[in-house]
């Protein structure tokens, strides 16, 4: 048994897994393998104890990760993972498979109460990015005291130039110095703040731009919907290489440069540590699904271990791995590679691959091989990939405060972990209501669109065909009793009315649609609805605006909390990256704090909205005394900036400025013929009133006309022959 712990020691060794440099080391290995209570349990299991003694091997720093990653996983699954995938189904308007186990026969209509309400939160979210202003900005921090180095710098120049001056005006007195040193001062504070305006118009810059290409606000969008409908919602902050290619001369060239990126992290991949309130208070694990292609690539990478990927591509490369097994469980069934014929199915197999980002002691990374790992006891922020038992990469923290680069945010935010509310789970008891409603409505307006039928068979006749059908004019034929009794056809049937209940079921069902409105914060008014339900309140400016206002304090809320936890956070690190970035030039820096504009950018949209609406109301009942000071196409913009924020087809439902001019002309025209025919109306009348007739009248007026035509057309031609 020694020879065979022996070999396989060997072979670990090989591996380059781990390092054994003494017999001693070798000793203390067999020692811990024999004395394992994990060993003696997996022999009774039927493991083999080779698996066992690399079990055993793996470096510290791959079980510190693994046993954080197991952690996270069973914390999560024990609870959180339950909500996420019932959150999925109501937002997909779906029953979860339990739910239509339970449900009987007969309709199984899903009321999507849980859907529209999402989507009205998620459009009011989206709206904090969406706007023409960006959803931050920089505040400059006071300016600080002058170092006593540029003082005396301030000092020295004032009293060199203060002397020189004294040589050609004696007359000069102290006095003049101190003011010409207060001068000095305010000058070089003017300087400084000219210098930092300029910094702060070049980072915006730099920053919108970053934005921009890192598509953060793609990013943005799909983190809305995750944030009204899941627990939690992330975004990640990647350094990305991106290839470019340019042409230059006749030649194309492509470029790979490192970019910032952003990109939304699905809630069901992400699992922080058990306990934490925030996202840097403890290790965060990230689920990553690579492809074999993917794996393969990832050799070639700075960074990246090749011998660990290969190792993985031979063990696990025709079946993947699986994250959500104990590595140990899926070390042993997976000792031996199937391939049928020697073919892989490369575009099927999966390799599940979990990010970690947290601390780990200095003595772990320098048995690693982290060079720079100074003080043994001292904790450092890596980041590290873990792929079944190989960690395939490990780097330390690019973020020197020790950040992790990712953001969350949750609808109804817990203080005590990660993991709040979202809208789906608010609303869950009154969603389940609203759906045995909505199923019971079908199943009565089925049920008593006709009667049941109570048919005695022992009174028909056969002939009478299937009693089961019945059809206008169809012929029943009794049975005779053999008795003296007449039988009727009532006798053979009853017929029995079932209850229409659908107003009741309408009734309740209008109610839980409130009861949603209170739970979820987000009111049919939000909606857009305005119906009798809100009351006459609605029907006014005042009372709509009220309504307004308390349907808006939940969004506040909300968006609020994504200022704290994803626009300021985000925008402060990558503020951070670019200054302490040696490539970004030394005048587009400056001290700053971050301000987020997200919430604000919302209410101020709503708010503008609302006073653009009121404006246009008091210009259209107060047109006519306006119209000599505000014609129409000035109306026509406000109208189109109107329409575009209601989301109408502006073009479609306001004139454009060329069909107001192409109307003005048109008008013109039809009052100048009106005119026209009003004045030959009237020469007409005068001569009826002199005492001509009315045809005669006629016919002298189109007379006098052809004459006055002829008339002008020869004053033209003989104009034509003097030029």
């Avoid at 020691?9 to 781990?18: D, F, H, P, R």
């Avoid at 944030?227 to 990305?240: C, D, R, S």
């Avoid at 492509?254 to 840097?280: A, C, G």
């Avoid at 653009?612 to 900036?641: C, G, H, T, W």
């Amino acid at each position: 048994m020694a020879d065979k712990r022996g070999s396989r020691l060997a072979k670990i060794e090989e591996s380059g897994v781990v390092q054994i440099r003494s017999n001693d080391e070798k000793a203390l290995i067999e020692s811990q393998i024999a004395t394992s209570p994990d060993f003696n349990s997996a022999k009774a299991g039927g493991v083999e104890e080779e698996d066992h003694e690399a079990f055993i091997a793996i470096p510290p720093l791959v079980q510190h990760i693994q046993k954080g990653w197991e952690r996270a996983r069973d914390d999560k699954n024990k609870g959180i993972r339950t909500i996420l995938d019932n959150a999925k189904y109501r937002r997909n308007n779906e029953y979860t498979p339990d739910e239509l186990s339970k449900i009987p026969s007969g309709s199984r209509a899903f009321n999507p109460l849980t859907a529209r309400k999402c989507v009205s939160a998620e459009a009011t979210v989206v709206d904090m990015v969406a706007g023409e202003r960006p959803p931050y900005d920089f505040s400059a921090t006071p300016l600080p005291e002058i170092s006593d180095q540029t003082i005396t710098q301030i000092t020295d120049a004032v009293s060199k130039d203060f002397m020189e001056r004294l040589q050609e005006d004696p007359s000069l007195q102290p006095q003049d110095a101190f003011e010409q040193a207060e001068i000095a001062h305010q000058l070089y504070e003017e300087e400084i703040h000219a210098e930092e305006k300029e910094a702060y118009t070049r980072m915006k810059k730099r920053m919108d731009d970053q934005l921009h290409h890192g598509k953060f606000v793609d990013a943005f969008k799909e983190f809305a919907y995750d944030v009204v409908t899941y627990p939690a919602a992330i975004v990640k902050h990647e350094i990305v290489n991106k290839k470019t290619s340019k042409w230059k001369g006749n030649k194309l060239v492509t470029e790979v440069s490192p970019i910032h990126s952003w990109r939304r992290v699905s809630p069901f991949l992400f699992y922080p540590s058990p306990n934490m309130k925030h996202v840097d208070d403890g290790d965060t694990f990230e689920m990553i699904k690579y492809k074999r292609k993917d794996l393969s690539m990832l050799r070639s990478n700075k960074g990246y271990r090749k011998e660990a990927i290969e190792r993985i591509l031979d063990t696990y490369g025709s079946q993947g791995v699986n994250a959500f097994e104990d590595f140990q469980r899926r070390k042993y069934s997976n000792t031996e590679t199937e391939e049928q014929d020697g073919l892989i199915d490369s575009g099927n197999v999966v390799f599940d691959a979990v990010e970690f980002w947290g601390s780990v002691s200095g003595e772990l990374l320098q048995e690693w091989g982290i060079k720079g790992i100074k003080d043994k006891y001292e904790e450092y922020d890596i980041s590290a990939i873990l792929v079944d038992t190989e960690v395939i990469r490990v780097v330390l923290n690019p973020n020197k405060e020790g950040n992790k680069p990712y953001y969350t945010a949750s609808y109804d935010p817990s203080p005590d972990s990660i993991w709040g509310q979202g809208i789906p789970q608010k609303i869950k008891d009154t969603q389940e209501m609203a759906n045995t409603t909505r199923r019971n409505m079908n199943n009565n307006i089925n049920l008593s669109a006709g009667p049941q039928v109570v048919v005695n068979t022992s009174l028909l006749d056969p002939k009478s065909g299937d009693f089961t059908t019945i059809r206008p004019f169809k012929v029943w034929s009794m049975r005779s009793t053999g008795t003296n009794q007449r039988v009727s056809a009532s006798d053979a049937f009853q017929f029995i009315n079932v209850p229409n209940v659908v107003g009741d079921l309408v009734q309740a069902e209008q109610y839980l649609t409130q009861q949603a409105d209170e739970d979820s914060g987000v009111t049919r008014l939000s909606e857009g609805n305005l119906n009798d339900s809100q009351g006459s309140a609605a029907s006014t400016a005042t009372g709509a605006t009220i309504l307004n206002e308390n349907a808006n304090r939940m969004s506040r809320k909300v968006m609020s909390g994504i200022d704290k936890g994803i626009i300021k956070p985000l925008i402060r690190d990558l503020y951070m990256f670019n200054m302490m970035d040696k490539a970004v030039p030394a005048v587009e820096k400056f001290d700053a704090d971050i301000m987020a504009f997200g919430a604000l950018n919302v209410n101020v949209k709503q708010e503008l909205n609302a006073r653009r609406e009121k404006f246009l109301l008091l210009i259209l009942q107060n047109y006519a005394s306006l119209q000599n000071v505000y014609p129409p196409d000035k109306l026509m913009v406000l109208l189109r900036e109107i329409a575009g924020n209601l989301e109408l087809p502006v073009d479609q439902v306001v004139p454009s400025k060329e069909e107001m001019e192409g109307g003005k002309e048109q008008a013109m025209q039809q009052q100048i013929d009106q005119i026209k025919q009003q004045t030959e109306m009237q020469t007409i009348n005068t001569m009826v009133d002199g005492g001509m007739a009315q045809d005669e009248a006629m016919q002298a007026f189109q007379t006098g006309q052809l004459s006055q035509q002829m008339q002008e057309a020869d004053k033209q031609e003989t104009q034509q022959q003097q030029g």
